[in-house]
């Protein structure tokens, strides 16, 4: 009998676990917080293997790609970065936010590589 009386009392515990973990992650998709316009640029001479992922979103690549290069997403917070590997001289990325230019890397390290990136907080 004892089980029975449990049954309903699990049944809410787990829809209530079930809504709060949902509420969670779409307040990190900016659908009950604040959300931004985030876009990705990459300039330069020639083609280059860019790897970028937005706030919530998993790693992407593409490789040899020629520049330029721009990809844009709204997003909740969370980082935000894109790095370009075999990047000659003369490579940059940036990174807007709403409009604004946020972060700008303008010279390729020893190894060929550049990367931008950028933390949005409510």
């Known amino acids: 009998m004892q089980s029975r009386s449990l049954r309903p009392r699990v049944t809410s515990l787990l829809a209530a676990g079930?809504?709060?973990?949902?509420?969670?992650s779409?307040?990190?998709c900016?659908?009950?917080?604040?959300?931004w316009d985030v876009k990705m640029e990459v300039t330069g001479p020639a083609a280059a293997d860019i790897s970028y992922s937005f706030a919530g979103d998993n790693d992407d690549t593409v490789s040899g790609r020629s520049l330029?290069?721009?990809?844009?997403?709204?997003?909740?917070?969370?980082?935000?970065?894109?790095?370009?590997a075999h990047a000659p001289a003369g490579t940059v990325c940036r990174i807007y936010v709403d409009g604004k230019l946020k972060v700008e890397q303008k010279k390729p390290d020893p190894h060929g590589t550049v990367s931008c990136f950028v933390n949005l907080q409510g």
Do not use: E
Not at 18 to 24: E, F, K, L, M
Not at 30 to 35: A, E, N, P, V
Not at 68 to 84: D, K, L, M
């Open 18 to 24: 079930a809504a709060a973990v949902s509420a969670v």
């Open 26 to 28: 779409m307040t990190g």
């Open 30 to 35: 900016g659908l009950f917080g604040k959300s």
């Open 68 to 84: 330029p290069w721009t990809h844009a997403q709204n997003v909740g917070f969370g980082f935000n970065q894109v790095g370009v």
